[in-house]
């Protein structure tokens, strides 16, 4: 039977989300990628148990997180029944609706019937009563505004989630999203955007000010740009990489863009003079951002994990440092701003 590392709360720091009494490891553990039925079960679990053991205490995961959709989910469900349940008070788990998950029009967007379905769903498969945060995924204008809002308020009546939270909403829909919730009697918690040294648009579209002086969190994701910030394509396409993996459409062989690698090979300079490698120098730069309470890390491997644990130790840069990258990440935006109605 697991026992969880008696010193996993010594060197991990958590940070207060927003003005909540909630706190979160200034690293998060997601499930989006490598976590569901396209990874053996032992090394899903060797992975979750590890992140655990070093206090990252919120795993973040969806609906749709996992080859098949929902997979992510029943392994989570699965270590929290064999190993983690002693430990569910130290854990803060949130999942997602708001892509297309079942066929038919209730399977999708952001009405109260697929919200309300999806959340029962999400709970089914993590054996759980309740989650800790659940998030509308995406903005869907399609939908009033207020009915998302009223539908994600009536989870936090009924107990199902504690917080709720929005992901991509550009920012005047975030701030919309959030005066809303809050005529129903709800906090919104956090909004969980992309966001990493190659991709701005929180800081252009003002997402990080709006959302910090209304007391939100925020929690990036894709800090990494699914894994361009590192260097393992500097050289090659390595044959286990998310870009090198047919069946992952997020990322392919043509993002790998020569100006990318011009650019991966300055930073990786910087990176280097800083004792860090480009993964843990983004890493680090993410946290020390406005607004951000954590940040997401998805990894393929345990050593991927241990790395960017590691960026933790050195999240200091010097104002040189600061100057040299801003100019080579220049303002070129790997991800658009979300789109608007
Ligand atoms: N709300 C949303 O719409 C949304 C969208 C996307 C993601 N998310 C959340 O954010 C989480 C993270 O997203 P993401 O997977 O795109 O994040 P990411 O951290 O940008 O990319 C993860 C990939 O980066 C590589 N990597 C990570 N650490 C590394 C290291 N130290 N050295 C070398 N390579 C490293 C791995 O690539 P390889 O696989 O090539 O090894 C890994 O699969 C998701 O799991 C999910 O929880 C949310």
Same mark, same amino acid.
């Given at each position: ?9 010594? %060197? ?13 490891? +200034? ?11 396209? &990874? ?24 749709? #997180? ?16 064999? $190993? ?22 209730? @399977?999708?967007? @952001? ?29 869907? #204008?399609?939908?009033?505004? $207020? ?9 936090? #009546?009924?107990?199902?989630?504690? #917080? ?27 909004? +969980? ?10 800081? %252009? ?21 699914? @894994?361009?910030?590192?260097? &393992? ?5 390595? %044959? ?32 280097? %003079? ?26 393929? &491997? ?13 999240? $200091?840069?010097?104002? $040189? ?21």
């Amino acid at each position: 039977m697991y026992k969880a590392n008696p010193d996993r709360y010594k %060197k991990m720091k958590y940070n207060k989300v927003g003005d909540s009494g909630v706190l979160l490891p +200034q690293i998060s553990l997601g499930f989006w990628i490598n976590f569901g039925d396209e &990874k053996p079960f032992e090394h899903v679990k060797e992975i979750v148990l590890a992140a655990f053991d070093n206090g990252i205490t919120h795993f973040d995961l969806a609906n749709n #997180y996992g080859v098949p959709s929902g997979s992510a989910e029943k392994n989570l469900g699965k270590i929290l029944a064999e $190993e983690l349940k002693p430990y569910r008070d130290e854990l803060f788990i949130s999942t997602k609706a708001g892509y297309q998950m079942w066929d038919g029009p209730y @399977g999708d967007n @952001g009405s109260r019937k697929y919200l309300m379905a999806s959340l029962d769903q999400s709970l089914e498969r993590l054996g759980l009563d309740y989650v800790d945060l659940f998030y509308h995924h995406r903005p869907d #204008y399609e939908t009033p505004l $207020e009915e998302t809002m009223k539908a994600l308020a009536d989870i936090v #009546y009924q107990g199902k989630a504690l #917080y709720v939270g929005i992901s991509n909403y550009p920012t005047e829909r975030a701030i919309e999203a959030a005066e809303i919730l809050k005529s129903y009697g709800v906090k919104l918690l956090i909004h +969980q955007p992309s966001f990493s040294l190659l991709n701005r648009w929180i800081q %252009k579209d003002g997402l990080d000010e709006g959302m910090s002086s209304r007391g939100i969190g925020l929690i990036p994701f894709s800090v990494l740009s699914q @894994g361009l910030l590192t260097n &393992k394509y500097i050289n090659d396409i390595p %044959k286990d990489s998310r870009a090198a993996n047919e069946k992952i459409p997020f990322l392919n062989k043509d993002n790998i863009t020569p100006e990318l690698l011009k650019k991966l090979k300055r930073l990786n300079k910087v990176a280097n %003079k800083r004792g860090q490698t480009i993964a843990e120098m983004a890493m680090a730069w993410a946290t020390t951002q406005k607004g951000i309470t954590t940040v997401l890390t998805g990894v393929s &491997k345990l050593s991927q994990l241990e790395s960017n644990l590691k960026a933790m130790e050195n999240t $200091e840069f010097t104002q $040189e440092e600061l100057d040299e990258i801003e100019m080579i990440c220049n303002e070129e935006l790997l991800r658009k701003e979300p789109k608007r109605s």
